[in-house]
């Protein structure tokens, strides 16, 4: 509320300050005036001299004020991240020095050199070597950071290290799914067509492939510390984004075409509680993708814990096959391809 009341209360200093000076210089344009003119343009000089020095405490004040609130002084929470924190670190320091000496000299000079007696203004119309100058290290700073982003790009969206665990993370309007390829390794194939909202089937997995009958379904992301995670994200209606910001990653999720994103997780959930001070911390999983009028609530959890942990968690969560064929697989435990088919042949 007082953050409020502040930008409030400097917009309306604006406003005032910027009717004063309008009404003053149509008064003076009404008197036809050339002193009222000049006191005018005086007056200007200086406002333009004081937004400069109000401007900069402002950026150092919302600075102060928000930057701690931010998620930067936690630092990645992923092995990957730590580049995107340096490349984002290089940008700012680079965009800061620029954006700080052109603010102060267009500001300084609007001042410095305002209109006064047998003042002749200089006339500098053109220097090839200055624009070859701003052209060219401008071009070669962008080149060098777009080249550094996308060989970071091409690692996390390539393959992931050989020991790299992979979960399917699914988005629809509104929320996530989660599956893992179960003991085999291999997740069961999935046909769009075999989407069966009232058996379940919801992520349209193929029961007929073998593969799908160990895989796990969850609603939460349980992901073990320290070890590669290769995403593959689907999204079943519109395009939604699995944004993970305290892993400094996000990927869209494009209907029919799946994308990949791989990460390695640095600290378990119950050291980011201790490292943000913060009991109730959760790894969040945000759809950084506007999809709909549900989109604010497609809030995701990942829990990160120890490998033991994650394994007795994986242990102890039931295939999706059998939550699905329940009935079927108590009466026959060696169900056969076609009698998982049946029910949903006939739901369809
Ligand atoms: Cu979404």
């Known amino acids: 509320m007082k953050e409020f009341f502040i930008v409030a209360i400097s917009i309306i200093i604006f406003i005032v300050i910027f009717q004063v000076s309008k009404a003053t210089e149509y008064l003076s344009i009404l008197k036809g005036e050339e002193t009222t003119r000049k006191q005018t343009n005086k007056l200007n000089a200086s406002l333009l001299f004081g937004f400069l020095i109000l401007g900069l405490i402002g950026v150092w004040y919302c600075n102060h004020l928000y930057y701690p609130k931010t998620l930067f002084p936690q630092g990645s929470a992923s092995v990957e991240g730590e580049t995107i924190d340096k490349m984002m670190m290089v940008t700012i320091i680079i965009t800061g020095i620029v954006f700080f000496i052109t603010q102060i000299i267009l500001f300084w000079f609007s001042y410095r050199y305002q209109e006064k007696e047998r003042r002749k203004a200089f006339y500098y119309p053109h220097n090839s070597t200055l624009e070859l100058i701003w052209t060219t290290v401008p071009a070669i700073t962008l080149t060098i950071l777009v080249v550094i ?17 992979m979960v399917e993370i699914t ?8 599956r893992y390829p179960g003991k085999d390794g291999v ?4 046909n769009f067509k075999l989407y069966n909202n009232p058996s379940g089937n919801t992520l349209a997995v193929d029961f007929d492939d073998p ?11 349980h992901l073990p510390v320290g070890v590669p995670v290769k995403l593959i994200i689907h999204s079943q209606d519109v395009i939604h984004n699995v944004g993970l910001p ?26 980011m509680k201790e ?18 009028k ?5 809030r ?3 829990v990160v814990e120890s490998d033991i942990k994650y394994k007795t968690w994986l242990s102890l969560q039931s295939p999706e096959y059998k939550t699905i064929f329940k009935s079927e697989t108590a009466d026959s435990t060696t169900a056969t391809a076609d009698s998982i088919k049946t029910p949903l042949a006939k739901a369809n």
């Open 149 to 165: 982003g996308l060989r970071f790009w091409f690692k996390i969206t390539g393959d992931p290290p050989k020991e790299a665990i």
């Open 171 to 178: 988005g629809h309007q509104f929320g996530w799914d989660v």
């Open 187 to 190: 997740f069961g194939k999935k």
């Open 211 to 221: 593969a799908s009958h160990d895989d796990i379904r969850s609603t939460e992301m």
């Open 246 to 271: 305290h892993f400094r990653m996000k990927m869209d999720a494009v209907p029919g075409i799946p994308t990949t994103l791989w990460f390695t997780p640095k600290y378990t959930t119950a050291e």
């Open 275 to 292: 490292r943000t001070g913060n009991p109730n911390f959760v790894y969040e999983i945000s759809c950084d993708q506007m999809c709909g």
């Open 294 to 298: 549900g989109h604010f609530s497609m």
């Open 300 to 302: 995701g959890v990942i």
